[in-house]
């Protein structure tokens, strides 16, 4: 076995080891001959024979007929009284008259999708693309929780609605054909689009004017006020979309911090083209643990929940803002989980294959992303 001079670990990332065989004969094992091979069983020949001289007998039982062979597999045979095999019980997808299986199957090699639209024929990498859509989801997810449940403290949950139909209007063309009804998501009825087009222009701008306002009265009242912790755009059923504010609980002054802040807030959002302030069963605010608020704000992310578009589909909604998610720096610092080590731990991975060549990190990030991937995965994250 030969090293280079690096320290010998396990990893062959760090350390690339190679094993050469000698091309001595072992001791004891001159004028020792190997046994061939039959070339049509594959059974071991004795030493002496030569398989060159070896005649080919499958050309006898070619005319073997199906009475002969019915009889060659008899009823003492041991291998009948086996039951099928399972893959003869495996249900075979698709088939015609098969009715599906609760069972899920996984798919195989092939049947997994990868994206070649990228340089080169490598992944794309684009939010909106069918499967980078999907890693990006998932690792936005990943952030949310890991992020949250750091805290080990309760979080406070609220949300903030657009304006209601005096500047969104019903589109009254998309559900003409209902005739005389009442508005709602459940007729499918939607905001006019030239309406919610001019809405939904600035909204981000909007919204940063709109939570400085509040946070600076919050300050001139209290003194200070606390820092957002996560903020997530999703949009609503009937078209514009809404924004769920996160802050972190550590003593119960916060708790009145941020109930002045959403006092605040809902005073100031109709100068800034917003609707109403939280009112979910009649409760501005909703104190939780960081775990179910990280559940409930990506529970739509990859598939999609209750009718909910997922986290693709909304980056390529027009009349959102382009950052749908957004979580403090001072979380992901504790918890070394973000997109960007999410990322590096896919690409350290197609490293250990042999994909890639050893990217140039330093050692402290190194450490940091062997140790989020943790062990060798069977396959890509």
């Not at 396990?10 to 020792?32: C, M, N």
């Not at 997922?310 to 950052?323: F, I, S």
Request: with cysteine; proline share 8%; hydrophobic share 30%.
């Amino acid at each position: 076995m030969k090293a280079d001079a690096r320290t010998r670990t396990g990893d062959p990332f760090i350390t690339s080891e190679r094993w050469q065989r000698s091309r001595r004969a072992r001791q004891g094992t001159e004028g020792h001959e190997r046994p061939a091979r039959c070339p049509h069983c594959g059974g071991l020949l004795s030493t002496r024979e030569d398989t060159r001289g070896q005649s080919d007998v499958r050309g006898e039982y070619a005319g073997e007929s199906d009475d002969e062979a019915d009889l060659a597999s008899t009823d003492d045979d041991p291998r009948r009284k086996r039951g099928p095999s399972r893959s003869s019980r495996r249900p075979r997808p698709g088939a015609a008259g098969d009715e599906p299986s609760a069972e899920r199957i996984p798919p195989t090699r092939e049947e997994r999708r990868r994206c070649e639209a990228g340089w080169r024929g490598g992944s794309c990498k684009k939010r909106t693309c069918a499967t980078c859509g999907l890693v990006w989801a998932k690792d936005w997810r990943r952030v949310l929780f890991e992020a949250l449940k750091s805290v080990g403290v309760p979080v406070a949950l609220s949300a903030v609605t657009p304006p209601g139909i005096d500047q969104l209007p019903w589109d009254e063309r998309r559900c003409a054909h209902l005739g005389p009804h009442k508005h709602g998501k459940r007729h499918g009825c939607r905001v006019d689009e030239d309406a919610l087009a001019e809405w939904s222009y600035d909204v981000s701008k909007r919204w940063k004017r709109l939570h400085s306002a509040a946070r600076n009265a919050t300050r001139r009242e209290m003194g200070r006020c606390l820092p957002l912790a996560t903020r997530a755009w999703e949009p609503q059923a009937r078209g514009p979309g809404h924004v769920h504010p996160v802050f972190v609980l550590r003593s119960p002054d916060d708790v009145r911090i941020v109930q002045l802040y959403l006092a605040h807030l809902a005073r100031l959002a109709p100068k800034h083209n917003f609707g109403v302030v939280g009112q979910k069963r009649g409760v501005s605010l909703q104190i939780m643990e960081g775990a179910r608020a990280a559940a409930y704000l990506s529970s739509y992310f990859v598939r999609g929940k209750g009718g909910k578009a997922t986290l693709q589909d909304n980056a390529r909604n027009p009349h959102l803002p382009h950052v749908l998610i957004w979580v403090s720096p001072t979380l992901t610092r504790a918890t070394g989980v973000n997109m960007r080590n999410l990322r590096r731990c896919r690409q350290l991975w197609a490293v250990r294959r042999g994909l890639l060549p050893p990217p140039p990190w330093s050692g402290v990030e190194l450490a940091q992303i062997v140790t989020l991937a943790g062990p060798w995965p069977a396959r890509g994250p």
